[in-house]
């Protein structure tokens, strides 16, 4: 068992504990907190793990000491920014990877998303996310619960309606062509990336091929609010948030937004790309 996954289980165990000291349900404490009663269990079993906010409010609810909190707090920031083995943190179930992704993204008003190798989450078709995370699971021998992390990935997506929150997406032109699912799913694909460009809370751009770059197209990041940035490579999730740090991914986010194409443009890119996929099909 991974570090990670022990801290989360050790994290899940005293929280669990908090609660039943209060002689209060699972359902209670999540009636309590408006969460859905399925969060509760996947903290208390290291399903997913617990925020910073979800420690003070959990503690709030069962008034737990403040002495205890506060290492309860350290414990949660702890987990936050631990540089694990993907391969380990997979091992925990592709689904709950999803569930503390999309608790992130409940708190998060303003997304800065670049990824230079596959469509971005929050834009995937499910027959798309089917075959990505099919990938995942063979490369870091994932739990098999590709169905259950399709439907919270599906859930994730339900954000993008939110008003209240702005989206600005990029990818480069290349990530439309790679064939990481068959024809069909990448037609449905990038069907789905032009009904998104059409949102207005959303920033859509794709950086084509003539684009003269600012910089090599490395890792991806996803920049929070502006507070955190996180960066995956193929061995660890790295968690940043040192403002030198943040302003960095900043700056670069902005460097790629000036050579990306945006709007009716971004469209055209796309469009074209459908236009060549149907053309190989024809027989």
Partial sequence: MSGFQQARIDLGAQLKHLREAAQLSGKDLAARLSWQASKVSRIENARQSATEDDVVVWAQAVEADPDIVDDLIAQAVSLMERQDSWRQRHRS?????????????????????????????????????????????????????????????????????????????????????????????????????LAVTTLPNVEFGVIPFSAQLPSALLNGFWIYNEAMVGVSTRTKDLVLREPEDVAFYESAFEDLCEVAAFREEAREVIVGVLVEFAQQSTP
Avoid: C, H, W
């Fill in 93 to 193: 179930g592709l689904a709950a990877l999803q569930e503390d992704v999309r608790d992130l993204e409940s708190r998060t008003r303003l997304f800065r998303v670049f990824e230079p190798g596959v469509v971005i989450g929050l834009l995937q078709t499910a027959e798309y996310a089917r075959n990505i995370f099919s990938k995942v699971r063979r490369l870091y021998g994932a739990a098999d619960d590709i169905d259950a992390a399709i439907r919270v990935r599906m859930r994730r997506q339900e954000i993008l309606y939110d008003s209240a929150r702005r989206f600005r997406f990029l990818m480069p032109e290349a990530v439309l062509r790679y064939r990481l699912a068959p024809d069909d799913v990448m037609r449905g694909q990038l069907d789905r990336l």
